[in-house]
């Protein structure tokens, strides 16, 4: 599909790889862009954009979304959590399953919602924003890779289902990108702009997984590689 004339709409559209969705978005010329997050003020509307308040977890504001954006046609599940923290150096499972809640189900749902929309509009594209984790456990996060890994194979089973309507369903699949969720991490990342590029560049070549960033595309090389040597490397970013 092109870019170009789509209707998209994007999830956690109100900083980081969301906002930079919006601005590529617009520069690709997107016929409308509805920008979506918990808190619509925290969102800029536009000629081309226009603000929706959504949380993934509220299937309320899902199946709402769903009746009130009928037109879209490229649906950019970008609304994620991640609390940094261990499977069992934690002190309770609340960030586990908040971060499934938001990550895993949340996508999910959106999916399921926005399947019929993309199916009246000829078929359409959902984009789910994943990450490399969920191919390689990082135990210092090991709840959110947990939680990404779960959406990387739902992603693959959403794909299956969808692919009699005509719908392409990419997974994306980042190293480290510098937004919030990785303020304390000091590691070479990626900017938004560069993962947002790419992955509008697939969506347009019709790629269904992406690696965009370069820690992400040798992660996987070196994962294909010796996936136990990379599950190591990763062990030892753990605190001592």
Do not use: W
Request: glycine residues 8%.
């Amino acid at each position: 599909m092109q870019v170009k004339s789509c209707v998209a709409l994007v999830t956690g559209a109100n900083r980081g790889i969301g906002a930079a969705y919006i601005q590529e978005l617009k520069a690709r010329g997107a016929k409308k862009i509805y920008a979506a997050a918990r808190d619509p003020k925290s969102l800029a509307g536009g000629a081309s954009v226009e603000v929706v308040a959504l949380d993934v977890t509220n299937l309320e504001h899902v199946q709402a979304a769903a009746k009130r954006c009928k037109d879209v046609t490229l649906l950019i599940n970008n609304a994620g959590v991640n609390f940094n923290t261990a499977l069992i150096g934690h002190r309770d499972l609340s960030n586990a399953r908040t971060e499934m809640d938001v990550n895993y189900f949340g996508t999910l749902s959106m999916a399921r919602a926005f399947a019929p929309v993309l199916k009246a509009n000829g078929g359409g594209a959902i984009v789910n924003m994943l990450s490399i984790t969920g191919r390689v456990n990082i135990p210092m996060m090991g709840s959110l890779s947990a939680s990404k890994a779960a959406a990387i194979s739902m992603t693959a089973g959403v794909r299956a289902e969808l692919a009699r309507q005509g719908t392409l369903v990419i997974g994306v699949m980042p190293g480290a990108v510098d937004t919030r969720m990785t303020a304390g991490v000091d590691i070479p990342k990626a900017t938004p702009q560069a993962i947002a590029k790419e992955v509008l560049d697939a969506v347009e070549a019709g790629t269904e997984d992406v690696y965009p960033g370069d820690m992400a595309k040798d992660v996987i090389k070196a994962f294909k590689a010796d996936m136990k040597a990379i599950e190591r490397q990763f062990a030892a970013y753990l605190p001592q």
